[in-house]
């Protein structure tokens, strides 16, 4: 420090606590009243008071620094004046001294500190030369040189302590005075600060124009959360994988991505700016973090700008470079293309242009009409030319204009157009009406142009042909002159349609008449045409002649409900009629009869005398029951040889008599064909009165059906008659209460299902087990499904009876899915499932739910049950193939078409009929069938099985034989499932036949 230091303002603050240490001092010499010496005392008091006025001038306005050495030198002449007329050494008053060292020490100059060593020594020396009395003993000396060492060597260390701190003071003073001058002055930039807890400590006056919030409302109030957009500064907190918020300035500044990151800040009007942000920390004197700063700078008019240049950079790019065929290139003085953009630079062979001169991209030909082009638009004259391009022979249309220098040089806007295409449109078009005349004339459907009154204004020779009229007198004639009267109104509605419907087309069938006059189906388009001025000027109707089609049409609605073989009505033909009469009954209280017929032995002729035959015998009986009945009458038959006969208004005699003119009429009009003698052909009838107006179609057909099977029980040729009020026949009555034990049996859990082992012959290993059917009497005793399987087949509850079979197969075959992976259930289907969507989507679902090998489940279909609908059987069985399950078909060799079955069907098992493996062992025709069996089964890669394996002798003629699979009473007898699960328990499951021989019942 030196003393040309500037003045320097005091406060009582810095004089006060040097002042109350002097005058307490003095006050507490004036206790010891008897050693004091008044007029020194006066002396001293009027010199601290001299110097106090200088402290309290100095407290209130800037004091040059040699004035206030002056004053605190001055000090230890009162100090010693006071010692001393206080007693000397006795008055205990040397270390006031310590009050001026200290004052000079803190706020005095080098000089003076020295100065005040000097004075210290001086209050010590003066006094003992001037009183060599008792007042200062020699011991007085040593403190002399204690207080003088402090002055001397004490002061100035703590002089350049202070200094130093004053210097940091001052420097800070000015950092802070210029860094708030620049808040101040920096107006086109936010700065904010932040504590270590997030909250706002510097807001400068750019942050408070930028988002309209004042300092005072946001220092120590807000942190930066509330400026900045939530869902950006959330995104950016998942980018850096830390919390939203303080955390996120935190990480940023971390990681020194300062003038990297663009922010949008949420202005106090909620309005949106975009910033670009510089995140860094702030460190304290310890070099510790003691906060965060953000400098932002706005660019929301630069970035708006910047997307407004881009977007229109792009959309100006884009244009160029999807303009049909347009080229836009500019050239210098050099006549170099400088730029080129375009669609048409690919296609007119133009592509490599940029930086080529105009000498090296055209001909000599093209370069001739072009650069005097070029230097006209270089001096600032627009021009036009036409050249052949010299790539691709296109004709271009070249035009050339100035554009502005700006004191690059001078350069010239070229736009070069394939005019080409245009002008080949133009010919097009001259020879577009021209085709579209000969497309018109040479159509092969008629077609005619009619005007707003329905006059022919213009025809192919098409229409012509159709309505048997030259082209001459087509013209200028009224379409109704072609139209039969009675569908002229269904034209006008056409043709009005067209000219008012929103779409301004429309189509209907209609009728014209042909040469001869009579009229054809048509099919009509007609469609608006519009004239030059876009207003509907013309009509264009296509017509189309679907005379034959309709014809098709009919016919094939014909066949939807009529049997193709007899013709008669088809099942749903007649489910229909009957289903409408039945209507009638309830309203207007007619009544009727059902009758349900079929031909007696009829099987046997079909096997015999093959498919052929039987079909000629069906097409027989159904002329011969046209031939009997009445117009009113409906006659359908429903497959196979089963017939069914609505008859309306008919009573219970006359119902007698039609069943009685049936027989007749089958035992006189039908025979056996391909017979060498006339055999005589049977029926047996049921007849089921319409009565009891509360049964439905099916419940009739049904009771129909039953009272048919009640006749062939009595003998057949004959018929029966049920009255529906009473059920009065006694075998119908039977059926139908054994028909209601069936359904209430599936509701009650009534039937059990038993299984009956099959075995591997080839081991005598359990494989697998047929599931069999039995229902629970009144007794708890079981009931054989012989007694009760016919009847659920006519109730139409057989189906029903399959699926809960096929349930207690899926749920065994879950069952077993771990334990015997490889063991097969085998379930019988019949005829009404395999036309049953349910059946096979039980399966489906059943194998997907539980899990299993679709390969275990084994469906056994008679050759019956195929017969019923081949169609259907192929359906099913593809299905259930597709479904990986495999099949048997059941009973081979028993019917006429087995080996047909066997040929078009997919079967993975041929089961042979028990009829031949059970005498098998002693009938060498039966032996030679089942040898010839098992040669075309496993010659077609399937698996045979025997049934009905009853003795040893049987099992061993079986073998011999070659089949795969057997299954009999020897082998096991059906049984509960757990027994049959329970054997599973013996070792390796092999079949003991001793053991079988002695337990089997």
Same mark, same amino acid.
């Given at each position: 420090m030196? @003393?040309?230091?500037?003045p320097?303002?005091f406060?009582?603050r810095?004089?006060?606590?040097?002042?109350?240490?002097?005058?307490?001092?003095?006050?507490?010499?004036?206790?010891?009243?008897?050693?004091?010496e008044?007029?020194?005392?006066?002396?001293a008091?009027?010199?601290?008071?001299?110097?106090?006025?200088?402290?309290?001038?100095?407290?209130?306005q800037?004091?040059r620094?040699?004035?206030?050495?002056?004053?605190?030198?001055a000090?230890?002449?009162?100090?010693?004046?006071?010692?001393?007329?206080?007693?000397?050494?006795?008055?205990g008053?040397a270390p006031?001294?310590?009050?001026?060292?200290?004052?000079?020490?803190?706020h005095g100059s080098?000089?003076?500190?020295?100065?005040?060593?000097v004075?210290?020594?001086?209050?010590?020396v003066i006094p003992?030369l001037?009183?060599?009395?008792e007042?200062?003993?020699?011991?007085?000396?040593r403190?002399?040189?204690?207080?003088?060492s402090v002055?001397v060597?004490?002061?100035?260390?703590i002089?350049?302590?202070?200094?130093?701190?004053e210097?940091?003071?001052?420097?800070?003073?000015?950092?802070?005075e210029?860094?708030?001058?620049?808040?101040?002055?920096a107006?086109?930039?936010? #700065?904010?600060?932040?504590?270590?807890?997030?909250?706002?400590?510097?807001?400068?006056?750019?942050?408070?124009?930028?988002?309209?919030?004042?300092?005072?409302d946001v220092?120590?109030?807000?942190t930066?959360?509330?400026?900045?957009?939530p869902?950006?500064?959330?995104?950016?907190?998942?980018?850096l994988g830390?919390?939203?918020?303080?955390?996120?300035?935190?990480?940023?500044?971390?990681?020194?991505?300062?003038?990297?990151?663009?922010?949008?800040?949420?202005?106090?009007?909620?309005?949106?700016?975009?910033?670009?942000?510089?995140?860094?920390?702030?460190?304290?004197?310890?070099?510790?973090?003691?906060g965060?700063?953000?400098?932002?700078?706005?660019?929301?008019?630069?970035e708006?700008?910047?997307r407004?240049?881009?977007?229109?950079?792009?959309?100006?790019r884009?244009?160029?470079?999807?303009?049909?065929?347009?080229?836009?290139?500019?050239?210098d003085d050099?006549?170099?293309?400088?730029?080129?953009?375009?669609?048409?630079?690919?296609r007119?062979g133009?592509?490599?242009?940029?930086?080529?001169?105009l000498?090296?991209?055209?001909?000599a030909?093209n370069?001739?009409?072009?650069?005097?082009?070029?230097?006209s638009?270089?001096?600032?004259?627009?021009?036009v030319?036409e050249?052949?391009?010299?790539?691709?022979?296109?004709?271009n249309?070249? #035009?050339?204009?100035?554009?502005?220098?700006?004191?690059?040089?001078r350069?010239?806007?070229?736009?070069?157009?394939?005019?080409?295409?245009?002008?080949e449109?133009?010919t097009?078009?001259?020879f577009?009406?021209?085709?579209a005349?000969?497309?018109?004339?040479?159509?092969?459907?008629?077609a005619?142009?009619?005007?707003?009154?329905?006059?022919?204004?213009?025809?192919?020779?098409?229409?012509?042909?159709?309505?048997?009229c030259?082209?001459?007198?087509?013209?200028?004639?009224a379409?109704?002159?072609?139209?039969?009267?009675?569908?002229?109104?269904?034209?006008?509605?056409l043709? @009005?349609?067209?000219w008012?419907?929103?779409?301004?087309?429309?189509e209907?069938?209609?009728?014209?008449?042909?040469?001869?006059?009579?009229?054809?189906?048509?099919?009509?388009?007609?469609?608006?045409?519009?004239?030059?001025?876009?207003?509907?000027?013309?009509?264009l109707?296509?017509?189309v @002649?679907?005379?034959?089609?309709?014809?098709?049409?009919?016919?094939?609605?014909?066949?939807a409900?009529?049997?193709?073989?007899?013709?008669?009505?088809?099942?749903?033909?007649?489910?229909a009629?009957?289903?409408?009469?039945?209507?009638?009954?309830?309203?207007?209280?007619?009544?009727?009869?059902?009758?349900?017929?079929?031909?007696?032995?009829?099987?046997?002729?079909?096997?015999?005398?093959?498919?052929?035959?039987?079909?000629?015998?069906?097409v027989?009986?159904?002329?011969a029951l046209?031939?009997?009945?009445r117009?009113?009458d409906?006659?359908a038959?429903l497959?196979?040889d089963e017939f069914?006969?609505?008859?309306?208004?008919?009573?219970?005699?006359?119902?007698?008599?039609?069943?009685?003119q049936i027989?007749?009429?089958?035992?006189?009009?039908?025979?056996v064909?391909?017979?060498?003698?006339?055999?005589?052909?049977t029926?047996?009838?049921?007849?089921v009165?319409i009565?009891?107006?509360?049964?439905t179609?099916?419940e009739?057909l049904?009771?129909?059906?039953?009272?048919?099977? @009640?006749?062939?029980?009595?003998g057949?040729?004959?018929?029966?008659l049920?009255d529906?009020?009473?059920y009065?026949g006694?075998r119908?009555?039977?059926?139908?209460?054994?028909?209601q034990?069936?359904?209430?049996?599936?509701?009650?859990?009534?039937?059990?299902?038993?299984?009956?082992?099959?075995?591997?012959?080839?081991?005598?290993?359990?494989?697998g087990?047929?599931?069999?059917?039995?229902?629970?009497?009144?007794?708890?005793?079981?009931?054989?499904?012989?007694?009760?399987i016919y009847?659920?087949?006519?109730?139409?509850?057989i189906?029903d009876?399959?699926?809960?079979t096929?349930?207690?197969?899926?749920?065994?075959?879950?069952?077993?899915?771990?334990?015997?992976?490889?063991f097969?259930?085998?379930?019988n289907?019949?005829?009404?499932?395999?036309?049953?969507?349910?059946?096979?989507?039980?399966?489906?679902?059943g194998?997907?739910?539980?899990?299993?090998?679709?390969?275990?489940?084994?469906?056994?279909?008679?050759?019956?049950?195929?017969?019923?609908?081949?169609?259907q059987a192929k359906?099913?069985?593809?299905?259930?193939?597709?479904?990986?399950?495999?099949?048997?078909?059941?009973?081979?060799?028993?019917?006429?078409g087995?080996?047909?079955?066997?040929?078009?069907?997919?079967?993975?098992?041929v089961?042979?009929?028990?009829?031949?493996?059970?005498?098998?062992?002693?009938?060498?025709?039966?032996?030679l069938i089942?040898?010839?069996i098992?040669?075309?089964?496993?010659?077609?890669?399937?698996t045979?099985?025997?049934?009905h394996?009853?003795d040893?002798?049987?099992?061993?003629?079986?073998?011999t034989?070659? #089949?795969d699979?057997?299954?009999?009473?020897?082998?096991?007898?059906?049984?509960?499932?757990?027994?049959?699960?329970?054997?599973?328990?013996?070792?390796?499951?092999?079949?003991?036949?001793?053991?079988?021989?002695?337990?089997?019942?």
């Amino acid at each position: 420090m030196v @003393d040309t230091l500037g003045p320097q303002r005091f406060t009582l603050r810095d004089v006060m606590p040097f002042a109350v240490a002097v005058i307490a001092a003095v006050a507490s010499l004036t206790l010891v009243k008897s050693k004091l010496e008044p007029g020194k005392m006066a002396i001293a008091a009027a010199m601290l008071l001299a110097i106090w006025l200088v402290g309290v001038v100095a407290a209130r306005q800037p004091v040059r620094r040699r004035l206030r050495d002056i004053a605190a030198l001055a000090l230890f002449a009162a100090i010693a004046v006071a010692r001393d007329g206080a007693g000397g050494f006795a008055s205990g008053t040397a270390p006031l001294l310590a009050v001026p060292i200290i004052w000079i020490a803190l706020h005095g100059s080098k000089g003076a500190m020295r100065l005040a060593g000097v004075c210290t020594a001086l209050s010590f020396v003066i006094p003992h030369l001037l009183d060599s009395g008792e007042k200062y003993p020699l011991s007085d000396w040593r403190q002399a040189a204690i207080w003088t060492s402090v002055a001397v060597f004490v002061g100035p260390v703590i002089q350049d302590v202070v200094a130093r701190l004053e210097v940091q003071e001052r420097a800070q003073r000015t950092i802070s005075e210029r860094f708030t001058a620049l808040m101040q002055a920096a107006t086109e930039h936010s #700065v904010i600060a932040t504590d270590l807890d997030g909250l706002i400590t510097v807001f400068s006056e750019g942050a408070s124009q930028m988002l309209g919030y004042r300092a005072v409302d946001v220092i120590g109030l807000m942190t930066p959360e509330a400026i900045h957009d939530p869902d950006e500064m959330a995104a950016v907190a998942a980018e850096l994988g830390t919390e939203p918020g303080l955390g996120v300035l935190c990480e940023l500044a971390r990681r020194g991505h300062a003038g990297t990151r663009q922010w949008t800040y949420i202005a106090c009007d909620r309005s949106r700016r975009l910033v670009r942000v510089a995140v860094g920390v702030m460190r304290g004197v310890d070099g510790e973090i003691d906060g965060y700063i953000a400098i932002a700078i706005d660019i929301t008019d630069e970035e708006t700008a910047r997307r407004r240049l881009a977007d229109a950079e792009l959309r100006w790019r884009l244009l160029l470079d999807h303009l049909p065929e347009i080229v836009v290139m500019v050239v210098d003085d050099e006549l170099t293309y400088v730029h080129a953009r375009g669609a048409g630079l690919q296609r007119q062979g133009a592509g490599d242009v940029r930086g080529r001169t105009l000498h090296e991209t055209s001909s000599a030909v093209n370069v001739a009409v072009l650069e005097p082009l070029y230097r006209s638009a270089l001096d600032g004259r627009e021009g036009v030319v036409e050249i052949a391009s010299s790539v691709g022979g296109f004709v271009n249309r070249i #035009v050339a204009t100035p554009l502005p220098t700006h004191g690059m040089g001078r350069t010239a806007l070229v736009v070069a157009q394939d005019i080409s295409e245009l002008r080949e449109r133009e010919t097009a078009l001259r020879f577009s009406e021209q085709r579209a005349r000969r497309l018109f004339d040479e159509a092969p459907y008629p077609a005619v142009v009619l005007s707003r009154d329905s006059v022919v204004l213009v025809a192919n020779p098409a229409f012509g042909l159709l309505v048997g009229c030259d082209m001459e007198t087509l013209t200028g004639s009224a379409l109704a002159r072609f139209v039969p009267e009675p569908s002229w109104r269904n034209w006008t509605e056409l043709l @009005d349609e067209v000219w008012a419907g929103a779409t301004g087309r429309a189509e209907l069938d209609q009728l014209v008449l042909d040469p001869d006059g009579e009229p054809l189906d048509v099919s009509a388009k007609a469609i608006l045409l519009y004239g030059a001025d876009e207003q509907p000027e013309f009509i264009l109707v296509n017509l189309v @002649d679907v005379t034959v089609r309709r014809r098709y049409e009919q016919q094939l609605a014909h066949l939807a409900e009529h049997d193709p073989l007899t013709g008669l009505a088809n099942r749903r033909r007649f489910d229909a009629d009957l289903t409408a009469h039945l209507a009638l009954c309830r309203r207007q209280g007619l009544s009727g009869a059902v009758v349900m017929l079929d031909l007696d032995h009829f099987k046997e002729i079909n096997d015999t005398l093959g498919h052929g035959a039987g079909d000629e015998l069906i097409v027989a009986t159904a002329h011969a029951l046209r031939r009997r009945m009445r117009e009113t009458d409906t006659i359908a038959r429903l497959g196979g040889d089963e017939f069914a006969l609505l008859l309306p208004d008919v009573d219970r005699d006359g119902a007698s008599i039609v069943g009685e003119q049936i027989l007749q009429a089958i035992r006189r009009d039908v025979e056996v064909p391909a017979s060498a003698t006339r055999r005589e052909v049977t029926c047996s009838v049921g007849i089921v009165m319409i009565e009891n107006i509360d049964l439905t179609g099916g419940e009739l057909l049904s009771l129909a059906d039953l009272t048919m099977y @009640d006749a062939k029980e009595a003998g057949r040729d004959r018929f029966e008659l049920l009255d529906t009020t009473l059920y009065s026949g006694p075998r119908t009555q039977t059926r139908m209460v054994w028909a209601q034990r069936i359904k209430d049996a599936l509701v009650n859990d009534g039937f059990v299902a038993h299984a009956q082992p099959i075995v591997d012959l080839s081991s005598m290993r359990i494989a697998g087990a047929e599931l069999l059917l039995r229902m629970r009497d009144l007794d708890g005793s079981l009931i054989m499904p012989g007694r009760f399987i016919y009847i659920a087949e006519r109730a139409g509850l057989i189906a029903d009876l399959d699926l809960w079979t096929l349930g207690q197969g899926l749920a065994l075959l879950e069952r077993l899915r771990i334990s015997q992976p490889e063991f097969k259930v085998a379930v019988n289907v019949s005829g009404r499932s395999i036309g049953d969507p349910r059946y096979a989507d039980t399966i489906a679902a059943g194998l997907t739910k539980g899990d299993i090998d679709p390969s275990r489940l084994v469906l056994e279909i008679t050759e019956t049950a195929a017969i019923a609908d081949m169609e259907q059987a192929k359906a099913f069985v593809v299905r259930m193939s597709g479904l990986g399950c495999e099949l048997s078909l059941d009973d081979f060799g028993a019917g006429f078409g087995s080996f047909y079955y066997l040929k078009h069907f997919t079967f993975d098992y041929v089961k042979i009929d028990g009829e031949f493996v059970s005498r098998c062992p002693f009938n060498r025709t039966d032996r030679l069938i089942v040898d010839s069996i098992v040669g075309i089964a496993h010659g077609l890669g399937k698996t045979t099985v025997a049934e009905h394996i009853a003795d040893e002798p049987t099992l061993t003629a079986i073998r011999t034989l070659g #089949v795969d699979y057997g299954q009999g009473y020897l082998l096991g007898r059906p049984g509960p499932i757990e027994d049959l699960l329970a054997r599973f328990d013996e070792p390796d499951h092999v079949i003991e036949l001793p053991l079988l021989l002695a337990t089997g019942d």
